[in-house]
């Protein structure tokens, strides 16, 4: 059974940094599209960085370039979400979600929450002063 657990969320001042991570289970990182997605209060799910494991190729969408970096330790079956510079307007319930046997690049599921179909529960960031 595939299980995705996120962790590190939590309360930080703008400006400060955080890096969440996902552990995964039930499945081999080697072959799939796995991402860091975000909902805030109101707004429509939004992908932030994905990754394709089987060549590394990333997507991070504008508002998140320069600032986080999306990157994976197959050998803990883990993803990371290092998030630096962090504003309040990242302030948001952060998901990982994975596709397996990806056939397009990371941007093509990054671009659509729906085209994820693996889930982890979430882990609020909040960023305020």
């Known amino acids: 059974q595939v299980q995705l657990v996120e962790s590190g969320g939590g309360l930080v001042q703008p400006g400060g940094s955080l890096r969440l991570s996902c552990a995964a289970s039930g499945f081999s990182l080697g072959a799939y599209v796995i991402g860091w997605f975000r909902q805030a209060p109101g707004k429509e799910r939004e992908g932030v960085s994905c990754?394709?494991?089987?060549?590394?190729?990333?997507y991070d969408a504008n508002s998140v370039k320069g600032r986080f970096t999306i990157s994976r330790d197959n050998a803990k079956s883990t993803v990371y979400l290092q998030m630096n510079n962090l504003k309040p307007e990242d302030t948001a319930v952060y998901y990982c979600?994975?596709?397996?046997?990806?056939?397009?690049?990371?941007?093509?599921?990054?671009?659509?929450?729906?085209?994820?179909?693996?889930w982890g529960q979430g882990t609020q960031v909040t960023v305020s002063s």
């Open positions: 979600a994975a596709e397996f046997r990806p056939s397009f690049p990371p941007s093509y599921y990054c671009s659509d929450y729906r085209r994820m179909r693996n």
């Open positions: 990754i394709r494991t089987s060549d590394g190729s990333l």
